[in-house]
């Protein structure tokens, strides 16, 4: 991408989306190593667990799928180690309505209220069998961390799909 943007011979609008698609990569590359180490995120320096969706919201707008972010009910307080989890279980079902379920609109809810938090994320995807997919001892890393992430801060995560209808995933915490 480097390289490419430093062709003179392109228009302005390709030079624009290569500029995003290389910012992109690199908030990506950093974002990876974040999560091999399980280190924090810098979405989430200095501000509340909503803050940070935002901040995610805004770096995925610039692709073709809108992702829209609701927020219910006044802030609380959650422990790094939730609003770590709950982001990045929230990374990985975006990330597979992106990458397998080729879907066109995705939400996300965040609901606090006086002894839980709840994040819900729904894709109008092509959905999949959980049941074929949801294998914790043996297959797809993905669904797998997200329940063990969900766990690690007393939380429970459920996953609700039907091929041809989207998925929605939900996690539950006490606050």
């Not at 990985?92 to 819900?120: D, V």
């Not at 959980?130 to 969900?150: C, K, T, W, Y």
Request: proline residues 3%; charged residues 25%.
């Amino acid at each position: 991408l480097e390289a490419t943007l430093k062709m003179t011979e392109m228009s302005k609008e390709i030079r624009s989306r290569l500029t995003t698609a290389r910012d992109m990569v690199s908030f990506t590359r950093r974002e990876v190593q974040h999560v091999v180490w399980d280190l924090g995120t810098p979405l989430l320096n200095g501000v509340e667990l909503h803050d940070g969706l935002r901040k995610m919201v805004t770096l995925l707008a610039a692709g073709a799928v809108p992702v829209e972010l609701m927020v219910v009910g006044p802030a609380v307080a959650l422990s790094s180690a939730c609003k770590h989890h709950l982001l990045r279980i929230a990374q990985e079902a975006i990330n597979n309505a992106l990458r397998h379920a080729s879907a066109k609109r995705i939400q996300i809810s965040l609901i606090y209220a006086e002894r839980t938090i709840t994040l819900k994320i729904v894709d109008d995807g092509v959905g999949f069998s959980v049941d074929e997919v949801d294998d914790r001892e043996f297959g797809h890393f993905g669904l797998r961390g997200m329940h063990e992430r969900a766990v690690k801060f007393g939380g429970a995560l459920s996953v609700n799909s039907t091929p041809g209808e989207g998925t929605v995933v939900q996690v539950v915490a006490p606050i």
